[in-house]
């Protein structure tokens, strides 16, 4: 058995070079390594091959951090980029009842809260005067929710900012709001549309397995209606996210199932924009107050993803983006360092992981992005949200900024 590497061991992982880790590796973990830096594609990897890759370890473990390093640059070079957004989460109430969630609130409950429309357009309107140019609207499910309220709050974002990008509603949200107004799938998706939504979150994706997703949450919708969901979205010409949410009940089999599938579905219809890996945030859920969840990652999970994600999906998906939110800005940083090239957004107002237990806070500044980013050597730029547009930033001086970058403590 290969000894699982110390905190220190991986946190070391950026200095090293292709040419100091290859000797080190496995002969089958360098050959498909090499194979993938060399066509800076990862569609010839065998199931066998991925299932190699989610499970190494040691030396082997290394050696894939630093090639997806290598494949990121070939990529998409050395920018990261970040988008100015706010975050506006119009309720908490919510009946599905996810055991991995600790955002949601019963309707009688002193802290349960629902936005009126007008309150939703005034924070547009406020985000887009603090320079945000997109507005990420996601919220919980309340019964009895009026019928064509997702439309309606499009309707008010636009009517207030006309030029704001909608960034909005989760797959489960558009399968209730399918239920709620009796329209086909397609039918309102294109009313969505036609009346401002831009783009669509790839989130309520957590793991798509059915066993899995029903201890995270019986209620929720399946794997299969995700899929039609994104499949539809993408065919109405409104494209999408993807994401995985990992650290919890499943296992790496899982991870490679996943990553392949978000990559079939890019051949199918090219829609997705990104891959975002999401890490289970632990501490106020009932999904580990149980006991069925694991205290969410380890350090050599969060690289270990970030890096099969740059590996399995290149050149089908090739922007992988690093959730600050779940990882911290610290470990942010050295997933850059493991394949990843996006930062993800300011936010501003975020409310989801940060009642799950996350402490990295609810806004991240233009301004400390390009600070992070310049620190570990790469090149600032504000993006918008489909990645069309990027405008590298003037460079700060990394000298000014000191993050303090040891991890022992955290994943002892």
């Known amino acids: 058995m290969v000894r699982p590497l110390t905190p220190s061991e991986l946190e070391s992982f950026p200095s090293l070079e292709w040419r100091r880790i290859a000797s080190r590796l496995t002969p089958a973990i360098r050959s498909l ?37 290598i494949v990121r640059e070939e990529l998409v070079g050395n920018i990261v980029t970040y988008v100015v957004n706010r975050n506006i989460n119009f309720t908490n109430i919510c009946f599905v009842g996810c055991k991995f969630c600790a955002f949601s609130r019963g309707p009688r409950e002193s802290d349960a809260y629902y936005l009126g429309l007008d309150e939703v357009a005034e924070k547009a309107r406020q985000a887009w005067q603090l320079g945000a140019r997109e507005v990420c609207i996601q919220g919980g499910l309340p019964r009895e929710l009026p019928k064509f309220y997702y439309r309606d709050i499009l309707r008010a974002v636009k009517t207030a900012v006309p030029g704001m990008h909608i960034h909005a509603f989760s797959p489960m949200e558009i399968v209730y709001g399918v239920e709620l107004t009796g329209m086909a799938l397609a039918d309102y998706l294109s009313m969505l549309r036609d009346n401002g939504l831009g783009t669509l979150p790839g989130t309520a994706a957590e793991i798509l397995d059915d066993e899995i997703r029903h201890v995270l949450s019986a209620n929720k919708l399946s794997t299969a209606q995700w899929i039609d969901v994104i499949r539809t979205a993408h065919g109405c010409g409104i494209r999408s996210t ?33 891959f975002v890996p999401l890490g289970f945030v632990h501490q106020n859920t009932l999904l580990f107050h149980q ?41 942010s940083q050295l997933c850059l ?56 930033q003037a460079p700060l001086h990394p000298e000014e900024f000191s993050i303090e970058r040891s991890f022992e403590a955290e994943f002892a």
């Open 33 to 69: 390594l090499e194979n993938v830096v060399e066509t800076q594609n990862g569609a010839d990897l065998s199931l066998d091959q991925a299932h190699a890759l989610a499970n190494c370890e040691g030396a082997d473990l290394l050696g894939l951090l630093v090639a997806a390093n």
């Open 242 to 274: 993807s994401t995985m949410m990992y650290g919890h009940a499943e296992t790496p089999a899982h991870w490679v199932r996943q990553m392949r599938l978000l990559r079939d579905i890019q051949s199918e219809t090219g829609g997705f924009t990104e």
């Open 291 to 331: 006991g069925l969840a694991r205290s969410g990652p380890t350090l050599a999970e969060h690289l270990k993803v970030h890096a099969l994600a740059r590996i399995l999906l290149a050149g089908s998906i090739n922007n992988i983006q690093v959730s600050w939110v779940k990882l911290n800005r610290r470990l």
């Open 337 to 392: 360092h493991a394949g990843a090239n996006d930062y993800g957004g300011t936010l501003m107002e975020e409310n989801i992981s940060r009642e799950a237990g996350a402490t990295a806070g609810q806004y991240t500044s233009p301004e400390d992005f390009r600070a992070l980013i310049v620190e570990i050597g790469r090149i600032p730029a504000e993006r918008n949200t489909t990645y069309s547009r990027i405008n590298i």
